[in-house]
């Protein structure tokens, strides 16, 4: 943990046995959420440094994690082809998401925290209702896997980022894909401005390289 204004380090996080691979920050900025490839999550205090929780059960390496916006639930995304939600202020398991065919390895969730969307090594996206647990849409388009989802601002639509050098912009409220720009080297990143106007996509060659997309490329 680092203080920006003087690049001091203020806090080591020590207690993962593994890689770890995500970080994610509570809306009131007062927790972290990370994790590992020792199959754990661990939730911090960001003021003092302190692990409040190890949050166990996944079967394999932990890739993603997110958390909703009132800062209550944490959706985590595994190598073992599934997603928990955990209660972030007990620690606890509320449910596993199952139905990817390979690891899971990004989510995202929507600003209303009502769903969630992840991504996988099995080239599909899935569009979650975290009340029902329930799989409301597969996405499929993408031939090869996909590394990254993003969602815009106003919460109805995906963007995800495939090494088959193509972003998608995908409908949530149909599962429908709306649009495909097509990059010249894997694409492993994708993000999206606080306007919902300029994507950002990272790719992968001999260097790594960041491409602002305006919404009119996508027509």
């Known amino acids: 943990m680092w203080d920006l204004e003087s690049g001091c380090c203020l806090h ?3 207690g993962h046995d593994d890689v770890v691979y995500a970080v ?3 809306p009131d900025g007062q ?3 990370s994790a590992s490839f020792d199959k754990t999550l661990r939730v911090w ?6 692990c409040l929780h190890t949050l166990e059960g996944h079967d394999d390496g932990v ?7 009132d800062g209550q639930q944490v959706v985590s995304a595994s190598k073992d082809t599934t997603l928990r939600v955990w209660d972030l202020d007990s620690g606890l398991c509320l449910h596993t998401l199952e139905g990817h065919n390979d690891w899971v390895i990004a989510v995202a969730i929507t600003p209303d925290g009502q769903q969630a969307v992840s991504t ?3 080239n599909t996206l899935k569009v979650w209702d975290l009340d029902s647990r329930r799989c409301l849409h597969t996405l499929t388009g993408h031939w090869d896997w996909i590394g990254a989802v993003a969602i815009t601002p106003d919460g109805q639509q995906a963007v995800s980022a495939s090494i088959d050098k193509t972003l998608r912009v995908w409908d949530l409220d149909s599962g429908r894909c709306l649009h495909i720009w097509t990059g010249e080297s894997l694409i492993f990143y994708c993000a999206v401005s606080s306007d ?24």
């Open 12 to 14: 080591a996080l020590e």
């Open 24 to 26: 994610a920050i509570t």
């Open 31 to 33: 927790q972290a959420v």
């Open 45 to 50: 205090d960001l003021e003092s440094g302190r």
């Open 63 to 69: 890739y993603a994690v997110a958390i909703t916006p």
């Open 120 to 122: 996988s090594w099995d």
């Open 196 to 219: 919902g106007v300029i994507f950002v996509a990272g790719d992968h060659e001999e260097s790594a390289k960041v491409s602002f997309l305006r919404w009119e490329e996508f027509n």
